[in-house]
């Protein structure tokens, strides 16, 4: 039996959007960038530029987090995709159609996000455009934030979530 290109490309889809390994590995390089971006942001001597690269590095750790808790999702809703029961879905999860830090962190443990919800609030407004834009674009943003814990708090949110995927991939 041939497989149509399109039958080849959902079934590439539905491989890529039930793993938790994929959502992981993403997870994980987007927290070597945030680490990397952070060296470097300590080593600039101009304060501007120091500032912009600090945000960059937490909007990293902020997209490192939202991949972390679709990974979890993912392999609470899947499973392992070395299981014999795993059957990837072509389908993207109505649940991970955002990228609300917050909303997802419940998703998985409503600890988490009581617990971070300041860190997770302002890793989010990295996200959409503190880490990206000059300003947001409504405008309403008035100054920005820096909380210097917002980094450490997402690493330590990786350690706590990402034992799972040490024993699968």
Known sequence: MEISDQDFVEGLFAKR??????????????????????????ILIDYWEKSDLENVATMLYGFSLENLFKAIWTF????????????PIAEFPKELKTHNLLELA???????????????????????WA?????????????????SQVNK?????????????????
Do not use: M
């Open 76 to 87: 609470k809703k899947f499973g392992s995709p070395h299981g014999e029961n795993w059957i």
């Open 17 to 42: 959007v039930s793993n938790p390994l994929e959502w992981f590995k993403h997870s994980r390089s987007l927290l070597a960038a945030a680490r990397s971006t952070n060296e470097r942001a300590d």
């Open 106 to 128: 419940r998703l998985i443990d409503k600890e988490v996000a009581d617990e971070y919800e300041l860190s997770l609030t302002i890793l989010q407004d990295t996200t959409t």
């Open 131 to 147: 880490g990206r834009y000059p300003c947001s674009i409504k405008g309403n943003e008035g100054t920005n934030i820096r909380y």
């Open 153 to 169: 708090d997402a690493e330590k949110i990786f350690k706590k979530y990402s034992r799972p995927f040490t024993s699968i991939s």
